[in-house]
Structure formats: structure tokens, C-alpha cells
């Protein structure tokens, strides 16, 4: 078996899907999931239809079935994922089985990726099985197979940190409970938090530069963001994250406008309670291209590139410092690589 | 085989090991013996390269355990104090999975998981699940898993604690037979008598200390050296120890139960003198008998002494 075969396929990994899914509580999982995200497209499409009887348009009803259940389905996630790999590594130290897997030829890192690829394959399973529920938007028009894919690349790249995250506290809380409050603390964070930091710390408006602001780049952190972006075709459904001292933006009358990537304008009325998005572009700005799957970002620190690119970046580098931290927080004995390093090659020699 | 020298281990304040050295020749079973805190589990944690200690050296089979803990695992089968099993896997699986994290092929696998079933007398359970074993069958199951690699040395860490008389026969007829297979053993636990039978070597431990080790028999013979008296007399106790305490073979007097109760050094002659002295100096025996302690006590005595 080559090194990455058995990088990807080790002992634990089987043996976690053997543990798992001889439980009960797998399929009661799955099934609780299905019934959450079916009954709550249910819900939506059927308000969404009685609030539009009359001149509601089938892509509309697909748009926003699709924006509520990718959202909803994130939120799912963030609730599931920690309870999957919180007690990963913490268990097998509480089971006192941990010291076991250390004096076999296993590598802490392999200990790790086989822990984080079991639960991270019931994550998928659990995505694959909504699959179907998701292409009833099909059936209504408005969303294309490419924003489906995305949506969902954006889901499993943040299920994958919260799993990292899980793993990481896992590693170093040592107790399951502690790793588990640590870890949703760190997936509410990661989600709403930096949502939470765009609402108080939001970029301002200067009217002086002719460049659209974009909310900060902290807040594409969030995979909210590029998920709510990518759903409504480049643009928020609503103001976030940019403050107007210039009164650019203030239309007055209960309307409020925001900046969409792209560096248009956009205005909701939030006079008759329901908030109706008026688009209008340009407004001032240099637009920046469009693309088929969002539009880019107008400025800052990731200016010009998609808001899922942002996203996804940032979260692969999370990923990886909590999985190398992880790594080297799990052996009994710690050493530094470059120490280790050193022994080896005074012993060939 | 095994080399432990000058090994020490300190948590904040506490010194769990102090300064233990001790030697384990090829195909020797050594006995490591101590009451609980000891240091044994600690000891052989080192071994194992789970531990590092904070001052002294460990080696096995000629690789330094500290610098290269990956090549000393492939020459151990290490059996904590503790039986962590799984659920949800069943008896031929848990083997299987370690074997498999030893790298063993699949097509290998599959042959040492059948003679390691044959082995601890489990290949009728193989297909249960881990979990619904007993605490016996468990312990035993822990032991194969140990020697799913065919390690050359064993650290077994209490392989016998808490199981009832009849497993703990089974466990040492397996530990007799894997002795007969050449395997270099460390075997702690805390009740010296169940280890003389099967050890070539013992080591006591005490408070971190080694108090005594060598083969079987000299550590014995140092343990017996300190013989007890029990004596009664006829009237008052006070003049016999009187007498008993200048004595140069007496180490300590005390009155137990109402009977004068005498440590000493030496052999039936010694007792003899005793004997002479007391009645020279006019006290009337009543009784006078030498307590038969036997080995535990002995090693009570060894390991009760303060550090």
C-alpha cells in the first residue's frame, strides 16, 4: 500500500465506519436530517406560494427555496459536525484506548485523518442524501446546476473546518465535554460571529474614491456570506456590512441600500414589513466584472475574486494550522520535527 | 533486552520514580513488584515510549526509547493496567484492527487473528462483540492484542488485576506458554507471591524506589533475612523486653495482642539464644514461637519501610 492509499484509507477509518454504522443512532440521524431540511422546503415553498398568490413566478419560488435550504442546511451542519469529531480524540483518551493506537505503528497524523475522514464521510452522506430534496428547485427554474455546486462546495469546505476545528479541541481540551462546548463556541464564531463583526465594525462609504467598498474581508469567513451571494445571483438579499457617512446610500422613506460585490446599488423597501430587493447598477462605482457564479469582490483584501474563493481559502488555511497544531498537541511526547529530525539522521548515521 | 538506568520522573512536586536502574537479559521474565503508586505503571510507560522521563535513559533490544519510540514499538507488546476495547466490533475485528495498525498484510492478518484466537481460548467467541466480554476474557483479548506483531519483549502492566482465582490460573498458564515461546516479559503487579512462580527475575519497588531486584531466589532470601518472635511470659511483660531490647540480634520489641512480638536477625540459633537469655535472666516462658509471615509479609515488611 502506497503512502497516500493508506493516507486516505487507514485502519481507523474502517473501523470507525464499522462503529458507526452499527449504531442506532446513524440512521435515526439521517433520518431526523431528511425530515428537517424536506419539512422545512415544505414549509417555505408552501408560505412562499400563499404569500404570492397572485403574480408569484415559478423562478422565484425556486430561488428562494433554494436560498432557505442552503442556509438551513449550514445551520444543520454547524449543529451536527462538532458533535461528530469533538470527542474524536477526547473519547479514545477516555476510553483510555488512546495509548493503544500510540504504540502501534500508526502516525499521530494518520490518528487524526482517520478520525476526521470517518465523520467527515457521514457529513457527505448526509449532504448526498439531500440531493434530492435540493433538485425540486429545478422544478421551479431561477437556479442554475453550477450555483447548486458551488452552494454545495461551500458547504462541505465549512463542514470540513468545523470538523478541523472539533478535531483541534479535541486534541487539546482532552475532555469530550469541554472539547464540545469549545468546538460550537468556535463554529457559532466562525459563522455568525464574523457575521457579528461586519454589523459593528462595517467598511465606510467614502464617496471621494470612485472604488464600490466591500463589507470587511473578515466577514467572507463566514460561508453565510458567498452562500446568501451565490443564491441571490452576486448580491445580498439585504444591507450588510458597509456604513454610509456620504448618504450615498440613504434614499429615506423606509428604504435602505447596500452595495453588491459587483459595486452596484441595491435598495429594499422595509416599509410593508417584507423586505423587496430593487437592484440598480453602477451608481457611481466602477463595477468589476461579473461572473456565471457570483460577481467578484469590489475591494479590499481580497479584491476581484469571488466571495466563495475568499471563503474557501480562508477556511483551507484554518484548516490546516488546527490540523498541523493537532498533530503535534496528540503524541504522549512531544518533539519539535526539526528535532526529530535530527535523531533520525544521527541514527543512520 | 531491556535496560532501565537511572530512570526518574517528577509531576511538579511529586517524584514518581527515583532514580531506578535494572536489567532484563534476553528470554528473562522479570517481575516488578510494588503496592499501588509505586512507580510500576509509570516505569513501564517509559518502556513503552508513552512517557519521557525527566532524567535517565531506557533501552530495548539496543534502541534508546526516547529517541526512537517508533522502532521500539515494533519490538514491544505493551498491556496497560486497563482494558480499552471498543464497541461495536466484534473479537476476531478488535484484533484485526491492530494488527492492521501494525501493518500487518490483510492476507496475514487474517492467519495471526486465528492463532492468536487459539491461543487465549477465544475462536468459538470470535464473533462477539467486544463490549459483552467478561473482565477475564477481556484481559485476555488485551494480551493477544499485545502480540499481534510478534513483539519480541512484553510489558505487561497488572495482566492479572481483578480477575477472579480461576482466571488468573488461565492468564498464567498463557504468560507460562509465551514464556516457552522465548519472549523477553516485565510483568508488574502488586502481590509478590503471584509472580515467583513464573519469574526468573524480581524487582521491588517501593515510593519510587528500588528496594531489591535480582533472580527470584536472592531476592527472597534478602526479604527473609528479618525473622519475627512471638513471645508469652508468665507476670509482667516490661522486664522481658528489658532484657530483649539490648540484645544485639534484636531489632525491634512490641506488645501485639498482649504477646511480646521481637524482630530479629539470624538464624534458629539466634532464636535459640533468645530463648536462653529470656530464662537466664529469670522471666518464665510461656510460649515461644516464630511467626511464619512467609513471603508476603516479607515483602510487606520491604515495602511498608519509610523512604
Redesign the interface.
Known sequence: MNGVVSAFWN??V??EY??RM??WRSPLAMMIYILLVAGLGFAIFSSTVSSNQFGGQPANYGQILFEWLVVFQMILLTFITPALTAGAISSERE????????????RPFSIIWGKLLSSMSFVVLLLLLSVPIFSLVFLFGGIEVDQVLYEFLITVVAALTLGVIGIAFSTWLRRTLAATVASYVGAFLLLFGTLGYGLIFPTTVDAKVTKAPAPPAITFLSPMLPLLYMANNGQLPFPYGIRDNSGFLNQGGGTVCGISPGGGKFCTSTSNGAPIAITSSGGGFTSLQTGSTGTAIPSGLFEGWQPWQATILMQLVICLVALLVSAFLLP??RRLPWRRRR??E??DA | MISAEDLSKVYGQRTALDHVSFEVPEGEIFGFVGPNGAGKTTTL?IL?????PTSGHASIDGTDV?????RV??R?G?M?D?F??????TVA?YLD??A????QPKQRRTKIVGELLELIGLTDRRGQLVDTLSRGLKQRLCLA?ALVHDPVVLLLDEPASGLDPRARVEMREILKELRGMGKTIIISSHILPELTELCTMIGIIDHGRMRATGSVQDVIRGLSAGRRLRINVVGAREPAIAILEPLESVRHVEIANGTIEADYEGDDSTAADILQALTAGGIKVAAFSQVDGGLEEAFMRATSEDV
Open positions: 485502519p481507523i474502517a473501523k464499522r462503529s452499527r449504531t476510553r483510555q484506548t488512546i495509548d493503544l493506537l500510540f504504540v502501534t505503528r500508526i504522549p511526547v535523531v533520525v544521527l541514527e | 510507560r513503552a515510549a508513552l512517557l519521557e526516547a529517541q526512537n519510540p517508533a514499538h515494533t514491544i505493551y496497560p486497563f480499552g476495547v471498543y464497541d461495536q466490533l475485528e484492527f491492530y492492521a495498525c501494525y501493518r492484542r
